[in-house]
């Protein structure tokens, strides 16, 4: 029988193992495999599993070890599914196909799109946005890793600006895509106004930082 799981520290908190089991009608295991370590999750996956998920802190370090890339992977440098193929280890993103079919639904095909966050789904949806054909503003906290990304794709025309601009870039942009693993630095001088009539997203569906509360009024 197939085996699947999710690799990343923590995972103990992850709802994978919920969709996983909804989506298939629970045919096929599905674990959490967890630990600091990456090769030893690696190892694991390649003895045992047919297929994983990856989570922070492993999504960069999936790319490198798998030998054959999406192009949203090798793009964005991150990858949070890796399957065994007869040609060898496939790695993908669906982080950059979700919020590519969200916008979709959204009609969305061009504007300001502000990305917070530049952790492998950050720049998975970065990417995505701009393939949308939106202008992209990227901000991190630390605005070093936000410029770095930018430099590896100088066609893409990304802007970085600092978290002490997050008010501005929030009001000018029509769509937000937070993928911060917590509150950044200005969020709290954010209010439901800044928001209105704009299209946001957040990763972080268990503990969100854009409460339902900030985003209503």
Not at 9 to 26: E, I, N, Q, T, W
Not at 160 to 181: E, F, N, Q, W
Request: with cysteine.
């Amino acid at each position: 029988m197939k085996r699947f799981g999710i690799i990343g520290d923590p995972v103990s908190h992850s709802l994978s193992p919920l969709l996983f089991r909804a989506a298939y009608g629970g045919r096929y295991p599905y674990d959490l495999i967890e630990g600091s370590d990456f090769e030893g999750s690696w190892e694991r996956f390649i003895s045992q599993y047919d297929g994983i998920n990856v989570t922070a802190p492993f999504k960069e370090l999936a790319v490198s070890s798998s030998e054959i890339l999406s192009d949203a992977v090798r793009r964005s440098g991150a990858a949070n599914l890796v399957v065994k193929t007869p040609e060898g280890l496939f790695a993908e993103n669906s982080d950059y196909l979700g919020v590519m079919m969200t916008l979709r639904r959204h009609g969305v095909s061009s504007g300001e799109a502000l990305v917070v966050g530049l952790g492998g789904a950050g720049k998975a949806a970065a990417l995505a946005a701009l393939d949308s054909g939106c202008r992209v503003t990227l901000m991190n906290r630390t605005r070093e890793k936000a410029e770095r990304f930018a430099a590896s794709l100088p066609e893409a025309g990304f802007e970085v600006l600092s978290l002490p601009s997050l008010k501005d870039a929030v009001r000018r942009s029509g769509i937000i895509i937070y993928t911060a693993t917590g509150p950044v630095e200005g969020l709290g001088n954010l209010t439901s106004a800044d928001f209105e009539g704009k299209t946001v997203l957040e990763a972080n569906y268990r503990a969100p930082s854009l409460s339902g509360e900030l985003l209503s009024g």
